[in-house]
């Protein structure tokens, strides 16, 4: 069967495109950027790749008309705090126009539990996108799930910050509302399950794992599963916006997912039933055994997505396209140079740089720069990097974005996404005569970015010095 997967590039998706191909599926992913599909050269060329934005209503409607089946995977809480909600619509709108001439026998949609009697906005969202599919022109089987547990989520990762973080926490009263966590091995379990079941036509289905589980609960048991104790304490006089900046500075969310979570935290997310458990026969897991699965997978490198590589986790829009092209005017430049004896190994250490490994000199500097930016509202250093070795164009890493990863080429091209007053590219690359070519760009704006610039030049002086020399040691 031909599958459509939107969504493809997201935490869920990457997830699970491979169990489709593993099943003999026809995939087409849809994205908004080719170049940012995070898949190696073999798996691309087993899928069909076509780029589609469901919110820009003047494209043109380049969908395949031969589709089967599809999944919706689109959600956009983290790109804004205000209209959020309607951009859901409008995807799902255009979704529904863009697939008639598709003849489509069943559309799968991941949406959240939404049994609270009062909603938030997320969750409100979640159930109107589910309201417009089911006027589409096909099947639709929708999945509602609550905090979905593994490696590089952004529920397990919150929780893994603020536990690793903070021992002893003094935290709001939302971390006393029930949920019903659930392993991100069961949600694709359950995704696969329903693929082409006739008797999950026209249905919603609540998932979640076995246990029900306040947030301090929550806690408590990764802090077990980790081998230490922790201590927290509630406090009723922290508000919503006081909880999202706790939330911004001790973990890795940006502030935007941060409001949205909290608003949402607030609401309990416990499944009404498992009749669709029932009906495939799938055994959950615990939360704990969610836990240690994800560990495990962060201990082999084997972390497929993270929910940090959305690109709105960071500064810029969605186009990455643009920044690629190194301005050449107007610009203040550090170009550092260096012969190298052995390309292939100071490559793989150009393609380790960042999150555990650091950059290479002055680390702690660097902390001290992501502590800042972190003050005045940026990212920080805290996202790190999702594997140790592996950098797709798209991805996140530390306070920068992949704009370039070509590894053929020899050349790795970083955009700042940390506050400036200007924009910033960090360049890596090593030329036919084995010289390695470091290039720092900065494109201030105004009389401040000027300032800013020559104001830290002496740290580039050394860090950057001492940076190159370090990645070309052998």
């Known amino acids: 069967m031909k599958i459509l997967l939107t969504g493809a590039n997201g935490y869920i998706g ?30 691309r060329k087993r899928v069909e790749v076509i780029e589609i934005d469901f919110l820009d209503t003047s494209q043109e409607n380049n969908m395949p008309a031969d589709i089967d089946y599809a999944y919706y995977l689109i959600h ?9 909600d309607k951009k859901e619509a409008q995807a799902a709108k255009n979704f529904n126009k863009w697939v008639e001439k598709c003849n489509l026998k069943q559309v799968i949609y991941l949406s959240g539990i939404v049994n609270d009697e009062k909603l938030s906005k997320h969750l ?21 799930a609550g905090i979905i547990v593994g490696s590089g989520s952004s529920s397990f990762e919150i929780i893994r910050d603020l536990c690793e973080k903070l021992p002893f926490m003094i935290t709001p009263k939302w971390v006393l509302t029930k949920s019903q966590p659930i392993a991100i091995r069961d949600v694709i379990k359950f995704l696969t399950g329903v693929l082409g079941n006739s008797k999950t036509y026209g249905e919603s289905y609540d998932i979640g794992g076995p246990d029900i589980l306040t947030y301090k609960q929550m806690l408590h048991k990764y802090a077990k599963v980790r081998g230490f104790k922790n201590w927290i304490y509630t406090v009723p006089i922290m508000t919503p916006k006081l909880s999202s900046y706790w939330l911004y500075f001790v973990t890795s969310t940006s502030y935007k997912l941060a409001m949205n979570l909290v608003s949402s935290m607030k609401m309990e997310v416990v499944a009404r039933d498992n009749k669709l458990q029932q009906l495939l026969n799938i055994k959950t897991h615990t939360y704990e055994e969610a836990i ?11 972390v497929i997505s993270s929910w940090k590589d959305s690109v709105v986790s960071g500064q810029l829009d969605q186009n990455l396209e643009k920044y690629v092209q190194v301005p050449k005017f107007g610009v203040l430049k550090d170009e550092k140079k260096i012969k190298v004896e052995k390309p292939q190994h100071v490559l793989n250490n150009i393609w380790s740089i960042g999150g555990a490994t650091g950059w290479y000199y002055g680390n702690w500097l660097w902390k001290i720069r992501g502590f800042l930016d972190k003050l005045n509202g940026g990212p920080g250093l805290r996202r790190g990097r999702t594997n140790a070795d592996k950098i797709f164009p798209g991805d996140a ?12 080429g020899k050349r790795l091209l970083l955009f700042a996404e940390m506050k400036l007053p200007g924009e910033a590219w960090l360049e890596f690359k090593i030329d036919k005569d084995n010289v390695l070519h470091q290039t720092a760009t900065f494109r201030p704006k105004g009389l ?4 800013y610039w020559y104001s830290i030049l002496p740290f580039h002086w050394f860090i950057f010095g001492g940076m190159i020399r370090n990645i070309a040691k052998t």
């Open 14 to 43: 990457m997830r699970l495109l491979p169990q489709l191909l593993d099943a003999g599926h026809n995939v087409v992913c849809a994205v908004r950027d080719e170049k940012r599909l995070s898949i190696d050269i073999k798996t």
């Open 76 to 84: 956009s809480m983290t790109s804004s705090l205000s209209d959020f």
């Open 124 to 144: 409100s969202s979640r159930k109107n996108v589910e309201d417009i599919l089911y006027k589409g022109h096909f099947n639709l089987s929708v999945l509602r």
């Open 292 to 302: 240690a699965m994800a560990f495990k997978k962060i201990e082999q490198n084997l």
């Open 397 to 408: 890493l530390d306070f920068w974005r992949v704009l370039l990863a070509d590894k053929t």
């Open 448 to 451: 401040r970015g000027r300032l």
